[in-house]
């Protein structure tokens, strides 16, 4: 879920199982919605990205899915890796080029 | 391609000395985003340009804070003069238009620490 304040949520999980971090947004006229991932010391990594139209999108390993209902967004991770150890960070847009992002998830991955 | 490149690093400054910080985005790219990061208020977008000219910078901070796009490959963000405050990691990331919303590449960002 999304932060306040100082401290980013963290979820831990064990590897090899699926990860699910959830994203809360706030702008009913956001049609584009993205995910990134951040590794220490490092920029944003685009992940995957879907479009009101939809609401699911699979990539490798990856689903996101969107519930405009209730403006929720969600980031599925499967058979989660150390690698995968990072930042999650959702953003959205409403019809233009500029994205609002989240304060971030960080996913812990336990060996 | 190489990836957006921001230079420096990192950088260590007094306060009051003015900062530079550079960016190259990636060739063809016609969206160029400046933003700061921070533990408090996580990315902020501060300024971008489409086709090196502002469109928005409505999140500088203040007139301390300006941004130039000269060429299609080159951009940067001048601090003038620097505060303790504006310490965070800088991120510069480019885009290719073609429709809304976009997905932004980012270079590796630059350490500011203003002491």
């Known amino acids: 879920g999304e932060s306040v304040g100082l401290h980013l949520p963290t979820l831990s999980v064990q590897e090899g199982d699926n990860s699910i971090i959830n994203c809360a947004y706030s702008n009913s006229a956001s049609d584009y919605f993205i995910w990134y991932k951040q590794e220490s010391g490092k920029g944003p990594q685009f992940i995957i990205d879907i479009r009101s139209n939809m609401d699911k999108r699979q990539g490798q390993r990856v689903t996101v899915l969107l519930n405009k209902t209730v403006k929720h967004l969600s980031l599925q991770i499967a058979a989660t890796q150390p690698g995968d150890s990072a930042v999650y960070f959702c953003a959205e847009s409403a019809g233009s080029y500029q994205l609002t992002f989240g304060k971030g998830t960080k996913l812990s991955v336990i060996p | 391609d190489a990836g957006v490149i921001q230079s420096p690093r990192h950088e260590v400054t007094e306060m009051g000395q003015e900062v530079t910080l550079r960016c190259k985005p990636i060739?063809?790219?016609?969206?160029l985003f400046w933003y700061r990061q921070t533990m408090m208020r996580g990315l902020e977008l501060l300024i971008y340009?489409?086709?090196?000219?502002?469109?928005?910078d409505s999140g500088m901070p203040e007139d301390r804070f300006s941004a130039k796009m000269p060429n299609a490959s080159f951009s940067t963000l001048k601090i003038q003069p620097s505060e303790p405050r504006d310490s965070a990691v800088y991120f510069c990331?480019?885009?290719?238009?073609?429709?809304?919303?976009?997905?932004?590449?980012f270079g590796s960002g630059t350490q500011l620490s203003v002491l």
């Open positions: 340009f489409n086709n090196n000219v502002p469109i928005d």
């Open positions: 060739s063809g790219h016609d969206y």
């Open positions: 990331a480019s885009s290719q238009g073609g429709g809304t919303g976009g997905k932004l590449f």
